[in-house]
C-alpha cells in the first residue's frame, strides 16, 4: 500500500514538474494590434503612413524576431522594418487582409541579431505601406525577445512604444 502511494506521488510530481516546464518553455511571442493613416498635412490618399515603435527587451536578450500581419480586408500591402544600430531586417504581409482572424496569415518571420552588446534594444520597428490608400488599415505586429539559442526571454514581455502615428 505504501508502496503504491509512493509511486502514484512520484507520478503526480513528475507531471507537475514536466508541465511547468512546458509552460515555461512555450512562451508565446507578443500580438500588439494598432492602424495606420496618413495624417495631416499629408493628403488622406498618400502612402506615406508610417507608424514607428520603439521597443527594449529584457535583459539576456540577443535578438528580436518580427513579423506582421495586414487586418484589413482587401487592403494595400504592409511592411515592418526593425532596426538595432546599424543592422535592419524587413518583412511584408502579402495577403492584403484576411475575412477571418482564424485565417489571417502574418508575414514571413525576420530575426534581427545586433551587433555587440545591443541585444536588448532599442529597437525601432516601422510600418508602413507602399501605395495610397485613404482609410485607416489595422495590423498586428508579431515580436519576441529571444536569447542566444532561439527560446525566448522569460520575463515581462517587452511593451512597445508608439513614436510617430502617421
Known amino acids: ?17 514536466a508541465a511547468g516546464y512546458a509552460s515555461f518553455s512555450f512562451a508565446a511571442p507578443k500580438d500588439y494590434t494598432a492602424s495606420l493613416q496618413a495624417k495631416p498635412p499629408a493628403p488622406a490618399t498618400s ?10 527587451c529584457p535583459a539576456k536578450t540577443t535578438r528580436l524576431s518580427l513579423q506582421i ?10 511592411s515592418a522594418q526593425v532596426q538595432v544600430g546599424f543592422k535592419a531586417r524587413n518583412t511584408t504581409d502579402l495577403t492584403a487582409g484576411t ?17 555587440g552588446t545591443a541585444g536588448k534594444g532599442p529597437y525601432f520597428i516601422q510600418v508602413n505601406r507602399g501605395v495610397a490608400y485613404s482609410a485607416v488599415q489595422a ?22 512604444t508608439k513614436l510617430q502615428d502617421n
Request: glycine share 4%.
Open 1 to 17: 500500500m505504501k508502496n503504491s502511494t509512493l509511486k502514484k506521488t512520484f507520478i503526480a510530481g513528475s507531471c507537475l514538474i
Open 47 to 56: 502612402a506615406t503612413a508610417t507608424d514607428l515603435w520603439r521597443v527594449t
Open 139 to 160: 495590423y498586428t505586429l508579431r515580436y519576441e525577445c529571444l536569447t542566444a539559442t532561439g527560446k525566448p526571454v522569460l520575463a515581462t514581455p517587452a511593451v512597445p
Open 69 to 78: 500581419r495586414n487586418n484589413t480586408v482587401g487592403r494595400p500591402y504592409l
Open 99 to 115: 475575412t477571418t482572424a482564424a485565417a489571417a496569415l502574418f508575414s514571413p518571420i525576420v530575426y534581427l541579431v545586433p551587433t
